[in-house]
């Protein structure tokens, strides 16, 4: 499974538009990418999911370029309750790693008024 | 539609008890798979069951250990307990082995406490 880098905290605003990087160089071409949010004390929920170019759905939008080494959460308008840690997980869904999800350490956004 | 049930919400127990947990799966899931939580290691996964069989198993002691149901209810239970295992844990189900479309679907986990 590819491991990945994203940045441990971002601090935004409400109403502005914040973007989650993360890096994933070895990734495999049956890797797809998938993110993650967690409140505290709740288990993580699933976000998005993308295997390349754009994916946008009601909550965010994930681009991936075309080399795939790195993706971008994009969260428009953030409000306070935001406010969680995001995981950036990569993986081949069809590999017998089944479950196996490997979290890195996320990112800590924080969103101020 | 119900989500993921995991009871109980907070537990404390005593070094060297035993202690285990409940996992209901959103309805038609059959893969449960269970993770632990904890400031200093983040989430690790502990072991994933399919169809009353475990498919997937982490790197955690022998004290670790789970079942599915033919329901595909799960639980785990940790024996002679530890106050290193004081942790969030979480269960996750999906319909099948590996990601779907939608992810994982995660519980809001049960906080145990060793004292």
């Known amino acids: 499974l590819a491991k990945t880098t994203q940045p441990i905290s971002m601090d935004s605003y409400e109403g502005q538009e914040v973007n989650i990087t993360c890096s994933h160089n070895?990734?495999?071409?049956?890797?797809?990418i998938t993110w993650y949010q967690q409140f505290p004390s709740q288990g993580p929920r699933f976000i998005i999911q993308g295997y390349k170019t754009k994916v946008t759905n009601e909550v965010a939008s994930l681009f991936i370029p075309a080399d795939r080494k790195s993706s971008t959460l994009s969260l428009p308008r953030v409000s306070l309750s935001d406010t969680a840690v995001y995981y950036c997980l990569v993986g081949d869904p069809r590999d017998n790693q089944g479950g196996k999800l490997i979290f890195g350490q996320g990112t800590e956004l924080s969103v101020k008024p | 539609k119900a989500g993921v049930t995991q009871t109980p919400r907070y537990l404390i127990k005593t070094r060297g008890q035993q202690v285990t947990l409940s996992c209901s799966p959103i309805?038609?899931?059959?893969?449960v798979s269970w993770y632990q939580q904890t400031p200093g290691q983040g989430l690790q996964f502990l072991f994933e069951?399919?169809?009353?069989?475990?498919?997937n198993k982490g790197n955690f002691p022998g004290r670790f250990s789970g079942r599915q149901f033919s329901n595909s209810r799960s639980e785990m239970n940790v024996s002679t307990l530890e106050l290193g295992d004081s942790a969030l844990y979480l269960c996750?189900?999906?319909?099948?082995?590996?990601?779907?479309?939608?992810?994982?679907?995660f519980g809001s986990g049960t906080r145990l406490t060793v004292v």
């Open positions: 309805s038609g899931h059959r893969s």
């Open positions: 070895n990734i495999a071409t049956n890797d797809y």
């Open positions: 069951y399919f169809s009353e069989t475990q498919r």
């Open positions: 996750a189900s999906s319909l099948g082995l590996g990601q779907t479309n939608y992810g994982y679907t």
